[in-house]
């Protein structure tokens, strides 16, 4: 089975090469703040997985600025996403959220804006706000992360919600009927205690759901988080070969609506703060990505 990539959706949306510039907005999440819980999702670090492209301290106006500069540098490119990633992009007062978003929205080189955030800190409201930039011509991708269908899974991690909370926050962006509105998840496959059928289970599910696009990657562990300190105990067992991680992957994408875009395929994390598995660090071994890319083609082959 063949799934589009998310190049592959991007040329042929815009007709030219569209690159990301990763936004730091100053959020936190209702299960770090105590609203819903303490500490956080047991994956994440201390800056909610931030990118660290850009410095937090500017305005996001400057932000963008800045890593449009970058990106337009590098790739060559003239077409960018404003993707507000860390924490949760949505937690905070529709009012708080509009003057973020508006220093972005009509910036000229601005084609879609991204916006991460979780299934239950997504209120009709937010959906307004989000829906009105659209009559600029705008797309808007609802980045909601889940992780898993499994809702113990969901408790061990301390996501603080629910998969029921996901599905209605999908169902309730999709009865928009608005089609420059794409709802992205994230998956994490390898979660403790997930078997694969389980996972493949999860693909099922999200299949049955009006996602349009879909960011999956292994299990990492970083520095600094609880599932660290429970991977050093010897008591979380991750995708220590690639391989085996492929297999499970190949059997989730078999199992996975063929016109969901794929995002992404595998994490990588930032240098210096993977602790494993050892081969997705792909900044000390190179050439891992295109094997790994390869190896994948090769398993998906006649499916």
Same mark, same amino acid.
């Given at each position: 089975?063949?799934?589009?990539?998310?190049? @592959?959706? %991007?040329? *042929?949306?815009?007709?030219?090469?569209?690159?990301?510039?990763?936004?730091? &907005?100053?959020? #936190?999440?209702? =299960?770090?703040?105590?609203?819903?819980?303490?500490?956080?999702?047991?994956?994440?670090?201390?800056?909610?997985?931030?990118?660290?492209?850009?410095?937090?301290?500017?305005?996001?106006?400057?932000?963008?600025?800045?890593?449009?500069?970058?990106?337009?540098?590098?790739?060559?490119?003239?077409?960018?996403?404003?993707?507000?990633?860390?924490?949760?992009?949505?937690?905070?007062?529709?009012?708080?959220?509009?003057?973020?978003?508006?220093?972005?929205?009509?910036?000229?080189?601005?084609?879609?804006?991204?916006?991460?955030?979780?299934?239950?800190?997504?209120?009709?409201?937010?959906? @307004?706000? %989000?829906? *009105?930039?659209?009559?600029?011509?705008?797309?808007?991708?609802?980045?909601? &992360?889940?992780? #898993?269908?499994? =809702?113990?899974?969901?408790?061990?991690?301390?996501?603080?919600?629910?998969?029921?909370?996901?599905?209605?926050?999908?169902?309730?962006?999709?009865?928009?009927?608005?089609?420059?509105?794409?709802?992205?998840?994230?998956?994490?496959?390898?979660?403790?205690?997930?078997?694969?059928?389980?996972?493949?289970?999860?693909?099922?599910?999200?299949?049955?759901?009006?996602?349009?696009?879909?960011?999956?990657?292994?299990?990492?562990?970083?520095?600094?988080?609880?599932?660290?300190?429970?991977?050093?105990?010897?008591?979380?067992?991750?995708?220590?070969?690639?391989?085996?991680?492929?297999?499970?992957?190949?059997?989730?994408?078999?199992?996975?609506?063929?016109?969901?875009?794929?995002?992404?395929?595998?994490?990588?994390?930032?240098?210096?703060?993977?602790?494993?598995?050892?081969?997705?660090?792909?900044?000390?071994?190179?050439?891992?990505?295109?094997?790994?890319?390869?190896?994948?083609?090769?398993?998906?082959?006649?499916?």
């Amino acid at each position: 089975m063949k799934h589009r990539s998310l190049k @592959d959706y %991007l040329k *042929s949306r815009f007709n030219s090469r569209v690159q990301r510039v990763t936004l730091e &907005g100053g959020f #936190t999440c209702p =299960n770090i703040d105590g609203t819903k819980s303490v500490g956080g999702c047991t994956f994440c670090t201390e800056d909610g997985s931030s990118s660290g492209a850009q410095n937090a301290t500017h305005t996001i106006r400057r932000q963008l600025e800045d890593g449009i500069a970058k990106q337009s540098k590098r790739f060559r490119c003239d077409k960018f996403i404003a993707y507000f990633q860390s924490f949760t992009n949505t937690y905070a007062d529709v009012a708080y959220l509009k003057s973020l978003y508006d220093q972005v929205v009509d910036h000229p080189q601005v084609v879609v804006l991204a916006v991460g955030t979780r299934p239950d800190c997504v209120s009709e409201e937010v959906i @307004d706000l %989000l829906e *009105s930039y659209t009559q600029r011509g705008l797309e808007i991708w609802v980045d909601i &992360g889940v992780q #898993t269908s499994h =809702n113990q899974t969901l408790e061990k991690i301390n996501r603080a919600h629910s998969y029921e909370d996901f599905v209605d926050c999908a169902e309730r962006i999709a009865r928009r009927q608005n089609p420059l509105i794409r709802i992205c998840t994230h998956v994490i496959i390898g979660l403790p205690g997930e078997s694969p059928e389980m996972i493949w289970q999860t693909a099922e599910k999200l299949s049955q759901t009006p996602i349009h696009d879909l960011k999956i990657h292994q299990l990492c562990v970083l520095k600094g988080t609880a599932m660290e300190i429970d991977y050093l105990n010897g008591e979380l067992v991750v995708y220590e070969n690639m391989e085996d991680y492929i297999k499970v992957l190949a059997g989730f994408l078999e199992r996975l609506r063929s016109d969901i875009v794929i995002q992404r395929l595998m994490g990588e994390g930032k240098v210096g703060e993977l602790v494993a598995p050892d081969w997705a660090d792909t900044h000390k071994h190179k050439g891992n990505k295109n094997k790994f890319l390869n190896l994948l083609a090769e398993s998906l082959v006649g499916c």
